[in-house]
């Protein structure tokens, strides 16, 4: 019965695209308590962006986000309009692209 212990191996890295950007945001306003984290996810993973996203202790989140550009903008600009998280500001800035699979909610 060796077929039960069949082992799955992980999908490879994803070399980032020659066209990839990443972007560390923090977002200010109402964005614990409300869901905005799995949106988040939801929203990267639906456009096929990859990296991370979770609560700091002062109240904000902080995310790392990368792939095409016109899809990070998407993706930022579908966050400010969230049905029960207000986002009042962001920070943003560029970083080195860097070999990953998913976008994933961290703790």
Do not use: C, I
């Not at 560390?24 to 991370?52: D, E, I, N």
């Amino acid at each position: 019965m060796d077929w039960f212990r069949r082992q799955e191996k992980a999908p490879p890295s994803r070399t980032p695209a020659a066209d990839a950007v990443r972007r560390r945001v923090v977002f200010y306003g109402q964005v614990q308590g409300v869901g905005f984290r799995w949106q988040a996810a939801s929203l990267a993973r639906g456009l096929g962006l990859t990296g991370w996203v979770r609560n700091r202790d002062d109240g904000t989140v902080e995310m790392e986000v990368q792939g095409p550009k016109g899809d990070l903008n998407a993706l930022l600009a579908d966050l400010r309009h969230l049905r029960y998280a207000r986002v009042d500001r962001m920070e943003v800035s560029d970083l080195a692209t860097a070999p990953e699979r998913e976008f994933r909610v961290t703790y």
